[in-house]
Nanobody, 121 residues
Framework: QVQLVESGGGLVQPGGSLRLSCAAS????????MGWYRQAPGKQRELVATITSGGNTNYADSVKGRFTISRDNAKNTEYLQMNSLRPEDTAVYYC???????????????WGQGTQVTVSS
């Protein structure tokens, strides 16, 4: 059974930095695209950043120049480096991966459990 385990959230002051990690495990045959989403209280979940298997990245306009998504294919892990954090970045952050499990015939989307990021003085 595939599991995505997130870590790295917490409380940080405005202007500070955090690094989120998301590690996948459990019968993995291959991983395609990876991404990070976030959901603030009372708002819909929104895309933050994505990275393809080839390393191409895409970012929401609100985080461009401040956040960097990366991946380590050998470790089945993705990262989100968040710099110059703002109060409006406060949300629960979810990782997402497109994974082929060896016992299945197709890629499916899997989600992490979410990690809270709070930006406040």
């Amino acid at each position: 059974q595939v599991q995505l385990v997130e870590s790295g959230g917490g409380l940080v002051q405005p202007g500070g930095s955090l690094r989120l990690s998301c590690a996948a495990s459990g019968g993995i045959g291959a991983i395609g695209a990876m991404g990070w989403y976030r959901q603030a209280p009372g708002k819909q979940r929104e895309l933050v950043a994505t990275i393809t298997s080839g390393g191409n990245t895409n970012y929401a306009d609100s985080v461009k120049g401040r956040f960097t998504i990366s991946r380590d294919n050998a470790k089945n892990t993705e990262y989100l480096q968040m710099n110059s954090l703002r109060p409006e970045d406060t949300a629960v952050y979810y990782c997402n991966m497109i994974i082929w499990v060896r016992t299945e015939i197709a890629f499916n989307r899997y989600w992490g459990q979410g990690t809270q990021v709070t930006v406040s003085s």
